[in-house]
């Protein structure tokens, strides 16, 4: 039952709480009396702040006005001091005086501002029309200088000579060369030069071309072996007839590069690099192998090699000997035996008789050895007698020995060591620990045995041999702490730089601390002055007051204001401190009133709670009605809106 179906409800009662049997909680009286809340029309924020800034006193008000100033003068400071280089860009870099000249001239007929870096060695323009104005002034043909390929056979003329076009190709033979060897990352530009020799009908009469290349390098860079080899073989690849070998490379300083100077005067880069690599392997393992006895940083060692690069070919052939006991083998053996008969003269002297007469001659049909001997006889032939023939017996014996023969061909090695020298100086020891008096142990020296095992394990390291003369030093010595050689903090480069960018940000910083603290925070977060802080500080200021003016009084009139004072004092402090127990008085009477009206209220509650469930209990039909009136109610409300919305649709 709502308010309204309650036509018996007096106006005394109009402040009770009334309890509706249709909601699910229970509302609190309002009083009559009490204002119903509206909205406040708060204070705009600028309004606020205006109101604040007039509070201020004149010298807060000064304080505001600096913060302001100083922080506007900041962001003026750091954005014209931001603007000094950082606009211009470079345009064109590393060009010559012609061309430089040429561009200078374009753009001021541009009317486009540029600078010089220092050196004069780029031109800059704004950042804003660096690449319009590169456009333009290749539109122009500028810059210049630079090689030209073989696009400059493009545009031939009518009636060219075939000399213009041999120079031509030559010229863009030269550019093209040039180019490809301007693409190593080492070389900052190149230039090429031909010499092509006419060719003719003679054979014998034919001249090979030469080429000349000069290298500018970029700061810092150099070409090494290998790539002065790969440039000589690109330009002696790329013209006909000309080879590698008349191939000549010059680096801006004039230094001759290819033909290997080095190799001609006996000396090879890679040579001398080997050297060096092994050096200083052999120092390494020096200082390895020693470092865990004198600890790191204790011991320094350098290695010297001398090495024979030179190759050497011999050939020897010696013979050895045949006499006993050596063996000796027949090659060939030749033996000739001769006998001659001799007998002594007989018969009448004269030609004949002084001759010897011939060999006896048997007949042919002699058979046997009777007849033999019966046949005609040389009348002349002396008389035989075994007594008196003889013969002279030659015997000649040739033998051929072989003969003991040994061919021996030498070949030096090539980069033998001839001799190794190694000096290694050692830190003294450096033992831990403190003293009696709580000092650092000062070092001390190796002894004799420790320094025999440190140079036995030096002379191991880089391969000691006596029969080579090889020399290993070990001194004991105490190293030098060297103070670094840097310069103060203050005069190392970029720290000038990094110090402005931080007085920038510094400067920044501080002003925004100065607008937070003294402008924004004392009027947007007004500082909150505590009552009794507040009392204290006048009452003190009073006090003040008072005993300068007693300072100045009659020493009667100054006890008399004392007593007065201290009178005055008391009074107040009983005010006081009847105010206060008044005040506690009715803050005690305020809690006992609310309490009643809480206990008022909470009986008034189970009282309607009782009266509302005896209601129902004795009239279940009225309640019934009720709610079925609530359902029609809601029912026709939901019938009205479906309505509603049928005839928007």
């Known amino acids: 039952m709502s308010e309204e179906a309650q036509p018996g409800i007096q106006e005394s009662e109009k402040d009770a709480a009334v309890v509706n049997i249709g909601s699910k909680s229970a509302t609190s009286a309002v009083p009559a009396s009490a204002p119903r809340a509206g909205k406040v029309k708060l204070p705009s924020k600028l309004g606020e702040l205006q109101m604040r800034y007039e509070a201020l006193g004149m010298q807060q008000r000064l304080i505001v006005a600096a913060a302001l100033f100083l922080f506007i003068s900041a962001l003026i400071f750091v954005a014209v001091s931001g603007r000094s280089k950082d606009d211009y860009r470079v345009l064109f870099s590393s060009v ?23 050196g004069g060695a780029a031109i800059l323009v704004p950042e804003s029309s660096v690449y319009e104005t590169r456009l333009r002034l290749a539109g122009q043909g500028l810059p210049k200088a630079g090689n030209v390929g073989f696009e400059l056979l493009e545009n031939q003329k009518m009636g060219t000579s075939q000399f213009v076009e041999q120079v031509n190709y030559q010229r863009g033979l030269e550019g093209e060369l040039a180019r490809s060897i301007s693409s190593l990352a080492q070389v900052k530009s190149a230039r090429v030069m031909l010499a092509i020799p006419k060719q003719t009908a003679f054979m014998r009469e034919q001249e090979k071309p030469t080429a000349s290349v000069v290298v500018t390098m970029h700061p810092g860079r150099f070409l090494d072996s290998q790539q002065v080899a790969a440039i000589t073989n690109l330009v002696g690849s790329s013209v006909p007839n000309l080879g590698p070998a008349n191939v000549t490379i010059v680096d801006a300083e004039g230094s001759l590069l290819a033909p290997n100077a080095q190799r001609l005067m006996g000396l090879d880069s890679n040579q001398l690099k080997y050297v060096a690599e092994l050096e200083g392997a052999l120092s390494k393992r020096v200082q390895a192998i020693l470092e865990p006895v004198t600890g790191k940083e204790n011991v320094r060692a350098q290695v010297t090699v001398d090495m024979d690069f030179g190759e050497l070919e011999r050939t020897e052939e010696t013979f050895g000997r045949n006499s006993p006991p050596n063996q000796s083998s027949i090659r060939s053996q030749q033996s000739n035996e001769a006998a001659t008969p001799s007998s002594s003269a007989s018969g009448v002297p004269g030609a004949l008789t002084n001759q010897p007469p011939g060999g006896g001659q048997a007949p042919i049909n002699a058979a046997g050895g009777a007849a033999a001997n019966t046949g005609p006889q040389n009348l002349n032939a002396p008389p035989s007698s075994s007594s008196s023939s003889a013969s002279n017996i030659k015997k000649d014996l040739t033998v051929n020995y072989e003969l003991d023969r040994a061919i021996e061909r030498i070949k030096s090695e090539k980069g033998k060591v001839r001799r190794v020298s190694a000096a290694v100086v050692v830190n003294y020891k450096q033992p831990s620990g403190v003293d009696k008096d709580g000092k650092p142990l000062k070092p ?50 970029g720290v000038i730089e990094l110090s402005k960018e931080f007085f920038k940000f510094a400067i920044i910083l501080g002003s925004l601390g100065i607008m937070f603290f003294g402008v924004v925070k004392p009027l947007l977060f007004p500082k909150k002055v505590d009552d009794a802080m507040e009392e204290q500080r006048i009452e003190e200021e009073f006090d003040e007051k008072i005993k300068a003016e007693m300072a100045q009084m009659d020493p009667k009139l100054r006890e008399k204001r004392r007593m007065e004072m201290e009178l005055l004092k008391e009074r107040q402090r009983i005010a006081e401190e009847e105010e206060r127990q008044r005040i506690e008085e009715e803050k005690k009477r305020m809690d006992e009133e609310r309490l009643r009206l809480e206990e008022e209220k909470k009986n008034e509650y189970e009282s309607l709670l009782k009266y509302a469930t005896d209601f129902v209990g004795e009239n279940p039909k009225v309640v019934s009605g009720i709610f079925k009136e609530w359902l029609a109610a809601d029912a026709e409300k939901t019938n009205t809106a479906n309505a509603a919305a049928a005839s928007a649709g």
């Open 444 to 493: 001390v020296p190796f002894n004799a045995k420790e320094l025999d095992q440190i140079n036995n394990l030096a002379r191991d390291a880089v391969g000691y041999t006596e029969k080579r003369g090889d020399s290993v030093s070990v001194a004991n010595i105490p190293f030098k702490v060297e103070v670094p050689d840097e310069p103060a903090f203050y005069k190392q480069p």
């Open 96 to 118: 010559n005086e012609r061309d430089g000249a040429a561009i200078v001239a374009a753009l001021q007929q541009m009317n486009v501002p540029y600078k010089f870096t220092e």
